[in-house]
């Protein structure tokens, strides 16, 4: 991961910071990795994409001299068709047009990315939100949720007040510290950081989800490593 204190990007222009973000690329227009979402990132809009920039100027200028990157043939040619070739931001969501906005908000916070299943790089036509990619961790396999309306294996016998809450539970000081040991479950599901939205926010994002196809898709979410072997 990079460093993006103002201490790495302080020479950065505004314009550098939005191609970073938005399509993938240093201002010497190298493709950046790890690859972050930037195809959702793309279509922020410009009132949020500047309060990005403006917040990550506030920040304390850290001193962390990180390496730059190498990859080996042929991850270092594929990531350079990777990037987009300019930001192309939506119209200001409007929070009053509840379903846009929550699609807006779905979107950038890439729950599509996470939520559906992939094979051989590449997303499973008809299986949007409704789980099944997998993710490796020392102590097992977390497998996303399937966050589609479906009745038998998603949300949609949630209400919007147990979706809120869900999130709502980690924005605590104390779930921030919740030790997990090597061998126990764990999730790669940022709980504390979404946890900061608004109950406003969340039930945006709770009313696009419950407007999208329903797919019946159960997921064991998780897989132990097995110790004996």
């Known amino acids: 991961m ?11 222009s505004d314009g550098d910071l939005i191609r970073a973000i938005a399509c993938g690329v240093t201002p010497e227009s190298d493709p950046l990795f790890p690859i972050m979402p930037y195809p ?37 040619f594929i990531a350079r068709t990777l990037p987009l070739k300019s930001y192309t931001p939506i119209k200001d969501p ?14 950038i916070a890439s729950c599509f990315n996470c939520h559906t299943q992939m094979e051989r790089g590449q997303y499973v036509d008809g299986m949007d939100y409704a789980g099944g990619r997998q993710f490796k961790i020392p102590s097992g396999v977390v497998t996303s949720s399937n966050i589609t309306p ?10 919007k007040e147990i979706f809120i809450s869900r999130f709502k539970y980690f924005d605590t000081d104390s779930t921030h510290i919740i030790p997990v040991g090597q061998k126990d479950f764990n999730t790669p599901m940022p709980w504390t950081m979404y946890a900061g939205m608004t109950e406003e926010d ?10 999208c196809k329903p797919v019946v898709n159960n997921v064991v979410k998780w897989t132990p490593v097995d110790v004996t072997k």
């Open 150 to 159: 479906s009745l038998e294996s998603g949300i949609g016998r949630w209400t």
């Open 40 to 76: 959702d990132y793309n279509s922020i809009s410009r009132d949020d994409m500047y309060s990005i920039i403006t917040y990550l100027k506030t920040l304390a200028p850290i001193e962390n001299k990180l390496g730059e990157t190498d990859l080996n043939f042929p991850i270092n």
């Open 202 to 211: 969340l039930a945006a994002i709770f009313k696009y989800l419950k407007s």
């Open 2 to 12: 990079k460093n993006i204190t103002p201490f790495s990007l302080g020479n950065w």
């Open 94 to 107: 409007q929070p009053s047009d509840t379903l846009a906005y929550g699609k807006y908000l779905t979107t």
